[in-house]
């Protein structure tokens, strides 16, 4: 019966559409880091809920910092929007489950979008908004800079993904440029996808509901990949990119570390797009 459900995922080999629409999300372009010599994290433990269900974890210290970028020079949304992930611990397994990611990639022939095939499996990531080499000033603390961008901005729980199709879909090669330089990279397969997280606890403290993103409605003869109140998830594909950072030192701030702690920046290794997520139950005819 599964099998048989797969089929009503279409996938589309054309190439990059261009949004008359931007979504309320940037894309994030993400690079590995590693903290400063020295730098201590203290392990924390976190009960965490999204659309799959809650779960307690630990994590540690952050290994990835996923950055706002610009694909084929369509420009950056929101230049303070970054992420942080941490790695998830948990002795909790997660079923299986397939779903469907529609983005900018999957256009059809007729205008419409179709959502790729995936099957998703562990939950291997939390990410927290995160503010970059922030100062503070005058007109905004970073504090106020951090609280504005939680509102603005969700927590997502990243779990492994891949294609179910014998030949997954592929954008090939694109023209990437963040805050830490510009580079042609080869964007291949999806290998993640992020469920917004709804609520979370730290530590043992009380539960905090957290602010999640919704696609607007597209304006009128908008091109978008959505119609409007659906959440925004992401979907996140492999790159292979000969960019070295500009900058390879930075500092971040996220809630688990308001006081900022700095790291070193490796070669960008994922591209994450805002993505509707789709259940096999919705696509029945």
Known sequence: ???????????????????????????????PIKPEPRTRFQHRTIEITDQFGTRSARIARPFELCAPVSKEGEGIQDPEAHLTCYKLVTRQRDPWRLLGDIDQFTPGSDGTFFPENLIVGRGAELCFPAVKDCVDDDDRSCDVALEDLQQRLSHFQCYQARSLAEDPFVPGVLTLEDQFGLAD????????HCNPLTAK??????????????????????????EGGEDVHLKCYDVDSELRPNRTSVEIRDQLHPDGYRVRVGRPLQLCEPAVKVLPEELDD
Request: hydrophobic share 35%; charged share 25%.
């Open 185 to 192: 990279s080869f964007v291949g397969s999806a290998i993640k």
């Open 1 to 31: 019966m599964q099998r048989e459900r797969t089929h009503r995922f279409r996938r589309c080999d054309a190439g990059l559409q261009r949004r008359s629409a931007p979504p309320p999300v940037p894309d994030f372009q993400c690079y």
């Open 201 to 226: 606890a730290v530590d043992g403290g009380g539960l905090e509901e957290l602010s999640v993103a919704t696609f607007p409605e597209p304006e009128p003869g908008a091109t978008a990949f959505w």
